[in-house]
């Protein structure tokens, strides 16, 4: 299955133990993670500024996670769907990506639910979808 972490999925699977970070090694191993430079460079900004990580640890984060991932260039959507144009390219991230899932935790775009043939889900929520994709 394709899919897109969110840019706080990756934060939360980076800087604790946890769900988010079961869930990414869970991703890498069973499924194709997409990703962009969106989503890298948002990622790298929050572990230097929010979370003072130094830019090296960051840059070290990032090669390793973008060595498990595809990365795509995020296609433009044709309208604004969200009030956060940085949410737009994390839809147009997984609209490139062709991702069967979109996992995040912002509120504005779980409230979406669905977009594009993608479902947007929290990733409390993906262990359930993943079971009923695969069961025959």
Do not use: W
């Not at 595809?70 to 604004?80: D, F, H, K, Y």
């Not at 839809?91 to 594009?116: F, H, S």
């Amino acid at each position: 299955m394709r899919l897109v972490l969110d840019t706080n999925v990756l934060i939360a699977a980076l800087i604790s133990r946890g769900v988010c970070s079961e869930l990414l090694e869970h991703c890498v191993l069973r499924h194709t993670l997409v990703t962009s430079d969106v989503i890298l460079n948002e990622l790298r900004e929050h572990l230097t500024s929010k979370f003072r990580y130094p830019a090296q640890e960051a840059d070290e984060a990032i090669t390793l996670l973008s060595s498990q991932m595809e990365s795509v260039t995020p296609m433009a959507l044709g309208q604004r769907v969200c009030r956060d144009v940085d949410d737009d390219q994390i839809l147009a991230t997984a609209v490139a990506g062709r991702a069967e899932c979109l996992i995040t935790g912002d509120k504005d775009l779980l409230i979406l639910q669905r977009y594009g043939g993608f479902q947007i889900l929290g990733p409390g929520d993906f262990s359930t979808f993943e079971s009923e994709r695969t069961q025959p």
